[in-house]
């Protein structure tokens, strides 16, 4: 499992960096959540360019998503890969259903701080 986190730039892209757990001890506390959705997307399914709607955890159960920046660089995510989603702003990203079988992803937004 790896855990990662997308956000808004400066210049209004978005960017993926990794996270380190042992450098958010509050998240071993525990987050406050309001629900959690659960959700499956066809092979090959594409989303052009779009900001998250809300600042969010996506976590990959099965299956590949791929994560496309403005910057051209593709970022793949498979099983067990969590992401904190927090470019709300900007351009965005685009995300595809990658590899040969459906992606399943568990979604959790958060509540504001």
């Known amino acids: 499992m790896a855990l990662f986190r997308l956000y808004t730039g400066a210049d209004g892209k978005s960017r993926v960096e990794p996270i380190a757990l042992d450098k958010t001890p509050d998240w ?3 987050l406050a ?3 959690i959705a659960f959700r499956e997307d066809p092979v090959g399914r594409f989303l052009d360019w779009h900001p ?8 990959i159960l099965s ?11 593709k970022h793949l995510f498979g099983p067990g890969d ?16 990658h590899g040969n079988q459906p ?5 959790i937004p ?4």
Do not use: W
């Open 63 to 73: 299956g590949q998503l791929e994560i496309g920046l403005g910057d051209g660089s």
């Open 103 to 107: 992606c399943l992803t568990a979604t």
């Open 33 to 35: 959540t309001t629900q």
């Open 110 to 113: 958060l509540q504001r701080q």
């Open 82 to 97: 969590a992401r904190l989603v927090e470019d709300t702003t900007g351009q965005g990203h685009t995300t595809k259903v």
């Open 52 to 59: 998250a709607p809300r600042r969010q955890f996506v976590i």
């Open 28 to 30: 071993g506390k525990g």
